[in-house]
Structures are given as C-alpha cells and as structure tokens.
C-alpha cells in the first residue's frame, strides 16, 4: 500500500524495503526477493519491483497533484512506512536488546539485530526477521496490545461510564495486584463488543473469580499483557544466543494510556513468574 500511494504520487515503481520484508518473499540474508520463495509460488520474478531502501528518491511530486494542492513539484521520499522501524531505531542501540513496542492495540517483542536470525527456535515460536533503517533486522513477534482496555473503555461508555486513560490507569494501580491471570490472546477476545463480560466468561472459565471492579479488570489485564512480554523475551533470549544488555522498552503510546500501571508488572520478577 505506501509504494502504491508513492507510485500515484510519483509514478515510480519500486518496493521500499522495510514494507518489503513484510511480504514473507524476501531473502532477509540479502534483502532482494528470494528466488527460492518465488520459485516454489510459481511466480516470476520479473513482476516484482526493485527494492529500495528507506530515504530513496520515488521521484518529483506528479504535476497535476502539485497543481491541486497549489504547491511546486516537490521529491517525494520513501520512508519506513510503519511506525516501527523509526521507533526501534530510537530506542536501541546497534545489537542492544529491546523490550516492548506498543501501537495502541498492538505491540511488538523483540530484538534489534545486524542480522537476520532464522533457526528453529525462532520458527517454533513463530518469529519475524522485519526490515529496519539502515539496513537493520528487527527479530520480532507481534502480539496483543491494549486492545482488551481500549475494548473495555468503549463498552462502559456505551452504558454511561465515561473514563479518561487516566482514570482507568489510576483505578489500575489502586487494584490488587495478581488477584488474577488472563491469556490476552485467547481467541474470544480477538472480536471487538462486550469486552468485559468475555474476560468474565474466561476467569469463569478457568476457575477464577469474576469482578466487577474495573480497576482489578483493567489491572489483570495489564499484568496479563507484562506476563506474555516475559514469556516472549524468554523465547528470543532462546533464540539470539549472545550477550547483551537487560532488556528494556520502547514506548508508542501518544496518550501514555495505562502506562504506569503496565510498567509496574513488567519487572524481571513477574518474568520469572511467566517462564
């Protein structure tokens, strides 16, 4: 989708590589498409574009779109089109460990690497070798976010309960910590709709207590979400054997929803709790 909005920009053809490597078609040792991927789809290779790095030129902005937005042509540049590439960057060093990369409903574990990292471990825990800025590789797994809260915000607004992120995070923290363990992932609660009644249906589900207190809701959910970071540094830990520093973490959260409270329970204690 970004080259597709680049080449109706510009009309230049070509693949940025970050978005590239996405595509599970690329030989992430060379960062070009793999031969061996397209030969076993039955594809040739001459219907893929050339791949080109963050910071390329796509060309000059096409003359009728300047006209219409009253501008002179101006060069049109590719860039990482995900949020990810730019905040890993920031927040790691070459080779350093990183924690947590949260996107509202989505967050990413992993580790900044020189290289990609493709083994078995990283193939049974279903890893992602995604491509960087400057050429870097991003050792990754995505999972669950703040989806469950956001979820949960919506349905008591939707019964005549406004809460800010803040007052959720301050109800959170107040909370009994550990009263409670959720599997964020599981899959009832992939839907959006009724959040809080399916977090009961599963604490019932799995010989739990059920509440009605939304800061112990929100609270096991945030301590659900630190234990499964655990779980995954563990894997990739497994997985890219080298020293390096203690992880730490990155966060993308513009409204600093919940943070406070999810950063409480994401101490290396509670990781050795997960494993």
Not at 63 to 79: F, M, Q, S, Y
Request: net charge negative; with cysteine; aromatic share 6%.
């Amino acid at each position: 989708m970004p080259d597709l909005i680049t080449y109706t920009m510009t009309g230049d053809v070509s693949a940025e590589y970050t978005i590239a490597s996405t595509s599970q078609m690329m030989d992430m040792a060379t960062g070009q498409w793999s031969k061996a991927v397209l030969q076993a789809l039955g594809l040739p290779a001459s219907i893929l574009p050339k791949v080109v790095p963050p910071g390329a030129s796509k060309g000059m902005l096409k003359n009728e779109i300047a006209r219409e937005l009253g501008c002179e042509p101006v060069p049109v540049i590719a860039v990482g089109p995900m949020t990810r590439p730019l905040q890993w960057q920031r927040s790691c060093d070459q080779g350093q460990a990183l924690g947590v990369s949260v996107e509202r409903d989505l967050e990413s574990d992993g580790v900044e690497s020189a290289k990609a990292v493709i083994n078995k471990t990283t193939s049974e825990l279903s890893f992602t070798n995604e491509g960087g800025v400057e050429g870097t590789i991003r050792i990754l797994k995505n999972i669950m976010g703040l989806w469950l809260v956001q979820e949960c915000r919506r349905h008591w607004a939707g019964h005549g309960q406004e809460l800010d992120y803040s007052q959720i995070t301050e109800m959170a923290t107040q909370a009994e910590p550990f009263k409670a363990v959720i599997s964020t992932e599981h899959g009832d609660f992939f839907a959006p709709g009724r959040m809080p009644e399916k977090i009961n249906a599963f604490l019932r589900s799995t010989g739990q207590a059920e509440t009605a207190d939304k800061g112990q809701m929100v609270r096991a959910v945030l301590e659900g979400l630190a234990l499964r970071y655990a779980q995954v540094m563990a894997g990739w830990s497994r997985s890219v054997a080298r020293d390096r520093d203690p992880p730490h973490s990155g966060w993308r959260d513009p409204e600093r929803a919940t943070q406070p409270a999810h950063c409480e329970c994401h101490g290396q204690d509670r990781g050795d709790r997960a494993r």
